[in-house]
C-alpha cells in the first residue's frame, strides 16, 4: 500500500487487530488453540510508490509447517465470519469520529 494511501492506515489497524494482544485472532488461534507456535506477528509496511503486509509465525520444532498454513486461514476465516473489527475498535476507541484511545500507530500520525 503506497504511503499516505487512504487506506493505508486501515491496514495499519487490520494487521494490529489480528496480530496483537492474546484476544487477537492468529494469536488465539495459532498460539492457544492449536498451539503452533508461542508468538505471532503482523506488520504493514508503507512506502512511497507500494508496500508490503507480512506475517511472522515461528512454528515449534517439528511442527509441520502446513499445519500453520492451515491454522493461519482458518483464523482469517473466524475473523471474516464474525465481522468483529469495527465493534471491537468502537468499544475500545469510541464511535467513528470519536477516538477517545487511539491506537498507538495513529498517535501523531498525519497526512502529507
Given at each position: 500500500m503506497p504511503l499516505y494511501h487512504p487506506d493505508a492506515y486501515a491496514?495499519?489497524?487490520?494487521t494490529d487487530y489480528l496480530s496483537?494482544?492474546?484476544q487477537a485472532p492468529l494469536y488465539t488461534t495459532l498460539v492457544e488453540d492449536k498451539q503452533l507456535t508461542s508468538n505471532v506477528r503482523m506488520f504493514n509496511f508503507s512506502s512511497?510508490?507500494?508496500?508490503e503486509a507480512q506475517l511472522s509465525v515461528r512454528a515449534f520444532r517439528d511442527t509441520d509447517l502446513d499445519e500453520v498454513l492451515l491454522g493461519v486461514e482458518e483464523a482469517l476465516a473466524r475473523f471474516a465470519a464474525a465481522r468483529a473489527l469495527g465493534r471491537h475498535l468502537w468499544a475500545q476507541h469510541g464511535s467513528p469520529g470519536q477516538a477517545r484511545n487511539?491506537?498507538?500507530?495513529?498517535?501523531?500520525?498525519?497526512r502529507a
Open positions: 491496514l495499519d489497524v487490520l496483537e494482544g492474546k512511497e510508490l507500494a508496500g487511539p491506537p498507538r500507530r495513529w498517535k501523531g500520525t498525519a
